[in-house]
């Protein structure tokens, strides 16, 4: 044998090998305690261009996505999540390099390691028909078809169905996004509509989100109705609408200028550059979701639910998770959000939903229980007590330091941790800061014990 061809077979041995042995500290290697699987620390993610052709009628995708990233070691081999779909070529630096699959990842061995501190792109070929993924809670996320197309949505594990990525929340990065549909559809997704163009009875739609962004906020939406464009006090903002939908949406959505400014008045600057709403027809979703800049309704939204997802966009997309047992610092907020809202619009007050709901009873553990800032497992990550307990902690803190410096400490979470990722911990020091009081008994009531919280 020559010996070129000789090392050929050697180096294509030595990749095998290394693709199929486990990689290091794989199952712990991100430090996220419900999906130890997800993502890695061996890299940080700078940006991801997707490039994406739908065909309805096939339920199938092509796709490119360019990943452009900086080793935090050594990287003889690394992976990507990705769920399904079939690879057909992977480059790092423009060289082709050995690659394989184990489940829900994506295993890639470079001809030429990126070395510690070192930046490099990947470069992703992959085409097939996306799935939905199903939680551990039974709902659903991932690629949703629906009548008319198709929508992609990934909290809290959806995304690597459609996106090869690092599927953490505190690996934050920019998204440009290429969809190409059939011309009588649009593509949509977060960021600000970059182009439009016509070829061949199909069209691209061009987006950039240009604020870092965990990956389960990405959106695509492929389906009918009428993109349209608008402004909020200078913010562009665009919404799709399903036709069936249009009618039943359009009150609802109609008060989102107000509920931006509202909510920009008591949290600061809106955080991102574009803002809008997806609204397409998937009743069996049964959810919306604050994909970032532009949330997604799977049905006809009603007036809390888009002040609900809009108030996302400063608490849960600009300040984001470092771990999902942290989701209180997500849904409790924009919970309490609609009910301020709603204070100040004329309707019941926060501390009287507060009240009426405190009157539930002890023995309803489906309420109560698990505790808000302790949801345990994967399958109680969006319970009620999440919301609605999570909810009444921040009231029960608003009834003990007051009004005012309860918003104080709302604005400054949103403001300091801007595009960044917080922790519990780190909002608890921060109101004690600000308020001047030990609140701890508050937060090991409302956040930690189980049961009913007593009242102080």
Not at 61 to 83: H, M, P, Y
Request: glycine fraction near 8%; aromatic fraction near 10%; proline fraction near 7%.
């Amino acid at each position: 044998m020559p010996l070129a061809r000789l090392s050929r077979c050697l180096l294509a041995l030595l990749a095998l090998a290394l693709l199929a042995a486990p990689l290091a500290g794989a199952a712990n290697d991100a430090g996220e305690p419900f999906f130890p699987r997800a993502g890695s620390r061996a890299f940080d993610v700078a940006h991801y261009e997707v490039s994406l052709a739908y065909r309805p009628a096939k339920r199938s995708l092509e796709a490119t996505t360019t990943i452009e990233a900086k080793a935090t070691r050594g990287l003889k081999r690394f992976s990507l999540d990705l769920d399904g779909l079939t690879v057909t070529r992977v480059t790092v630096d423009g060289v082709r390099a050995a690659f394989g699959r184990g489940r829900d990842k994506l295993k890639i061995v470079p001809k030429t390691p990126p070395a510690k501190g070192e930046r490099f792109t990947v470069v992703v070929d992959y085409h097939g028909h996306p799935r939905r993924v199903v939680d551990t809670d039974g709902s659903s996320e991932g690629w949703i078809v629906t009548p008319d197309g198709a929508f992609g949505v990934g909290e809290p594990q959806g995304t690597p169905a459609w996106i090869p990525c690092n599927n953490v929340l505190y690996d934050k990065a920019r998204f440009s996004f290429h969809l190409t549909v059939p011309a009588r559809l649009s593509g949509v997704a977060n960021g600000r509509l970059t182009s439009v163009t016509s070829h061949g009875g199909r069209r691209t739609f061009e987006w950039v989100e240009s604020q870092p962004m965990a990956t389960y906020l990405a959106l695509v939406d492929i389906g009918a109705g009428r993109l349209t464009g608008s402004t909020i006090d200078g913010l562009p903002s665009w919404t799709l609408i399903d036709p069936a939908l249009a009618k039943r949406s359009r009150n609802a959505l109609a008060q989102l200028p107000e509920i931006v400014r509202f909510e920009s008045s008591i949290y600061g600057p809106y955080p991102f550059d574009a803002a809008g709403s997806v609204v397409d027809n998937a009743p069996k979703l049964g959810y919306a979701l604050e994909t970032q800049t532009r949330p997604i309704y799977a049905f006809a939204p009603d007036l809390t639910t888009v002040v609900h997802e809009t108030a996302h966009q400063w608490f849960g997309d600009s300040v984001g998770l470092r771990r999902w047992p942290n989701i209180w610092l997500n849904e409790g907020f924009a919970t309490w959000t609609e009910w301020y809202y709603a204070e100040r619009h004329g309707g019941r007050s926060a501390r009287q939903i507060f009240t009426k709901l405190y009157r539930v009873p002890a023995s309803d553990t489906a309420f109560w229980e698990p505790p808000a800032g302790h949801p345990g497992q994967s399958k109680n990550l969006f319970t009620t007590s999440t919301y609605v307990r999570g909810a009444m902690t921040l009231e029960a803190l608003r009834l003990q330091i007051g009004t005012k410096k309860m918003l104080k400490v709302l604005r400054l979470w949103a403001t300091d941790q801007r595009h960044a990722t917080g922790d519990i911990d780190q909002f608890t020091t921060l109101a004690e800061e600000v308020s001047g009081q030990d609140l701890k008994p508050l937060f090991r009531r409302w956040l930690d014990s189980r049961g009913k919280p007593a009242r102080a």
